[in-house]
């Protein structure tokens, strides 16, 4: 006969608790007896020994599940705050300046990314373009999913490419920050736009590149400084 109390290792006729012969009718679990030794103040005190121990492991568990939300925000948060700065585009063998501001706000399970950028016109008119994005915490690591528009039960999730929108996600690297931007062209093909923006000492190092179906069609590199 299994003995719950030893799991096995001493004889079935003898109790972990005082190494004394069993006596029936009482088992410990329904299945096996119980010995002379164990009387009821033993029973209960190792019952409240078993409880008094339940917090503890309760808060390692919390502890543990919670180290991975914490990792997450430390890695958003070193980049937020606001940038301001300047880049240099290159498009066609054609270079053009542009000033470009950046404001990354921490959110609910997540960050919102704000970007703009301000370019001179060839009849001198100034051409102003900006973006917002909100991303939550995707299930894997450090990637982390657009979420820009709601779905029918009020719920943020994802653009969907097949229907024209862009599909949008991010990534943190150690000091880089990656946004990827995929949309399906009208003739079927794709278009992907990459930002990967890079802490340094003073702000950010942006490297933008566009891709059509392989084709790289444009390239910005810019610094910004951080102002807030």
Not at 171 to 189: P, R, Y
């Amino acid at each position: 006969m299994h003995c719950p109390w030893t799991n096995g290792v001493l004889p079935v006729d003898k109790c972990a608790h005082c190494a004394v012969e069993r006596a029936e009718p009482i088992c410990h679990d329904g299945s096996s007896v119980i010995c002379k030794g164990l009387n009821a103040a033993m029973l209960v005190s190792t019952i409240k020994m078993r409880i008094s121990n339940l917090p503890r492991a309760l808060g390692l568990t919390m502890l543990v599940m919670a180290l991975p939300l914490q990792v997450l925000a430390a890695e958003v948060d070193a980049f937020l705050g606001s940038y301001v700065g300047q880049a240099v585009s290159e498009s066609g063998g054609e270079i053009s300046a542009r000033d470009i501001a950046v404001e990354i706000r921490g959110r609910d399970k997540g960050f919102t990314l704000k970007w703009s950028t301000v370019t001179k016109r060839k009849d001198g008119r100034l051409k102003r373009k900006a973006y917002e994005v909100n991303f939550v915490r995707s299930k894997k690591d450090n990637v982390y999913a657009s979420a820009m528009r709601k779905n029918l039960f009020g719920k943020a999730v994802p653009m969907d490419p097949l229907k024209g929108d862009p599909f949008v996600w991010a990534t943190i690297d150690g000091a880089t920050l990656t946004v990827h931007a995929l949309i399906i062209t009208e003739d079927h093909g794709y278009e992907m736009q990459t930002y990967a923006r890079t802490r340094t000492d003073k702000g950010l190092d942006l490297m933008f590149h566009r891709v059509r179906d392989g084709e790289r069609l444009r390239d910005v590199n810019g610094t910004l400084v951080k102002v807030d």
